[in-house]
Structure formats: structure tokens, C-alpha cells
Antibody, heavy 122, light 108 residues
Framework: QVQLVQSGAEVKKTGASVKVSCKASGYIFTNHGITWVRQAPGQGLEWMGWVSTYTGNADFAQSLQGRVSMTTDTSTSTAYMELRSLRTDDTAVYYC???????????????WGQGTLVIVSS | SSELTQDPAVSVALGQTVRITCQGDSLRNNYAAWYQQRPGQAPLLVIYGQNNRPSGIPDRFSGSSSGNTASLTITGAQAEDEADYHCNSRDSSGKHQVFGGGTKLTVL
């Protein structure tokens, strides 16, 4: 079955960086992009950006430009999200999801990884 | 602030029908997708596109759209439908994605 499995929880200090992995299985990795979404405690979902698993090109939410990078390793079907210069308000659960798209039905994200809790403390 | 607006909370009696809405100008040109999120779990896609349900999603879930409003309807709500529901679409530029603030559904 199609599955995304993420790396484990992280605790970081302000100013540090974190890198979260997302390993895909059950489908051809390069046929779908990967998107990253985060959720601060008690808050809604925030789209962070996406990476093309075919070209490696990425695009990010304006609010994260300059602090985030998204990469892939096609040899292991794994996507990575790195967030730098961490702040306390970056504390959140970070999710990866497979990006689906069609001209008839637009965009959708399915399935999602289990989430990775990142805690940033000063 | 989000470009997609959802009511923070909605309630429905067991077995009744409930509509959860999502408003935003970008919805005039883009479909919404809907995600169910139970406490402590990852979001789960329930509706996307014109009105598509992924495999395993009960047919009591349906989607529709009119003007700047997308709707998720649950016909005959069940106790297990109690969850947060998030809408998602492209933003006004069409290049990026955006989520609504989420609606907490309570089944009474």
C-alpha cells in the first residue's frame, strides 16, 4: 500500500536547524511531488511548500522563504525538509504528503505521513 | 490570516446532515480538497475535485462548490465523524496552496 513514513521527534534550541525525512513506498516515487505541511499546537494546518520528485525543483510559502529547503533522494524514495534558524514558534508537528493533481480535479494530498513533532526551546 | 475561511465549530445530531463550508476568492477558479483530522492523527483526505472520494471513504461524505464557497456535506453523521475538517485549495496567485482555519465538528 502507498505509505509515507517520517523520522522521529526532534528537540532543538533556537537558532538551530532541523531536517525531517519522509520515506515513500508502494508507488513510483518520481510520479508524484511531495508537499510539507505543519501544525502548531492547537492550530490549523499551514502549507510550507512542495518539491518535485522528478526535477528536484521546490517552491515555498512566502513566510518561510530563505529558511526552508526541500530535497529528495530518488535512490531511496525519500524526501527531506530542512528548516533553519529555528524559532520557538516553529514548534509544530510537521507532515509530508504525496501530491496528486489532475486538470479535471485540481490538487489533493494523499496519503500523509504520520507526522514529526519538532520542539524548539530557548 | 488564511485566504480560506471556515467556521471554527459546527455541531450535528447523530444521524442528521451537516454542511461544513469554506469561503475564499480562489475557490471561484480552483477546487477545494477536504481533510478529516481526528485528535492525535494525521489528516486524511475525504473529498477532492468535483466530488471525488478516495477508496475507503464512506459515501455519506460529499463535496460541492458554488461561487466562492466550497462545501463538505455529511449525510447521516456518525459518532466517528467527530473530528476537525480542513479545506485546502490554491491561493489567489494560483501558485501556492492554502488551508482554511479548520472546523471542529461535534456529533451530539
Amino acid at each position: 500500500q502507498v505509505q509515507l513514513v517520517q523520522s522521529g521527534a526532534e528537540v532543538k534550541k533556537t537558532g538551530a536547524s532541523v531536517k525531517v525525512s519522509c520515506k515513500a513506498s508502494g508507488y513510483i516515487f518520481t510520479n508524484h511531488g511531495i508537499t510539507w505541511v505543519r501544525q502548531a499546537p492547537g492550530q490549523g494546518l499551514e502549507w510550507m511548500g512542495w518539491v518535485s520528485t522528478y526535477t528536484g525543483n521546490a517552491d515555498f510559502a512566502q513566510s518561510l522563504q530563505g529558511r526552508v529547503s526541500m530535497t529528495t533522494d530518488t535512490s531511496t524514495s525519500t524526501a527531506y525538509m530542512e528548516l533553519r534558524s529555528l524559532r520557538t514558534d516553529d514548534t509544530a508537528v510537521y507532515y509530508c504528503a504525496r501530491w496528486g493533481f489532475s486538470w479535471n480535479d485540481g490538487d489533493w494530498f494523499d496519503p500523509w505521513g504520520q507526522g514529526t513533532l519538532v520542539i524548539v526551546s530557548s | 490570516s488564511s485566504e480560506l475561511t471556515q467556521d471554527p465549530a459546527v455541531s450535528v445530531a447523530l444521524g442528521q446532515t451537516v454542511r461544513i463550508t469554506c469561503q475564499g476568492d480562489s475557490l471561484r477558479n480552483n477546487y477545494a480538497a477536504w481533510y478529516q483530522q481526528r485528535p492525535g492523527q494525521a489528516p486524511l483526505l475525504v473529498i477532492y475535485g468535483q466530488n471525488n472520494r478516495p477508496s475507503g471513504i464512506p459515501d455519506r461524505f460529499s463535496g460541492s462548490s458554488s461561487g466562492n464557497t466550497a462545501s463538505l456535506t455529511i449525510t447521516g453523521a456518525q459518532a466517528e465523524d467527530e473530528a476537525d475538517y480542513h479545506c485546502n485549495s490554491r491561493d489567489s496567485s494560483g501558485k501556492h496552496q492554502v488551508f482554511g482555519g479548520g472546523t471542529k465538528l461535534t456529533v451530539l
